[in-house]
Nanobody, 121 residues
């Protein structure tokens, strides 16, 4: 019903930057919330940032001032600009969207396949 493709991860040195993208496709009526989560080995998945359809953003404290989430509603795409990267940002980053789908009541959540971000010291 909804497919997500996230991309943009890679290997970067401390202090570097990366930009993640996630494109949603399918029978989408609207996407109230789009977001990014991350998970590193041995740790629970954590919320990184979310953005509502109206542009309201939420960030985990550890990325405030360094990461910026944005979305293009015309393209059903969410971005995560990551600056001043640190080794502790190393993780698999996955996008998550809450969608309203044609012909289906309620809101459904979908996940991207994940993209690896590795920050070397």
């Amino acid at each position: 019903q909804v497919q997500l493709v996230d991309s943009g991860g890679g290997l970067v040195q401390t202090g570097g930057s990366l930009r993640l993208s996630c494109v949603a496709s399918g029978s989408i009526v609207s996407i109230p919330v789009m977001g990014w989560y991350r998970q590193s080995p041995g740790k629970q998945r954590e919320l990184v940032a979310t953005i509502s359809s109206g542009g309201t953003t939420v960030y985990v404290d550890s990325v405030k001032g360094r990461f910026t989430i944005a979305r293009d509603n015309t393209k059903n795409t969410v971005y995560l600009q990551m600056n001043s990267l640190k080794p502790e940002d190393t993780a698999v980053y996955s996008c998550n969207v809450l969608t309203i789908i044609a012909g289906v009541a309620g809101v459904r959540a979908y996940w991207g396949q994940g993209t690896q971000v590795t920050v070397s010291s």
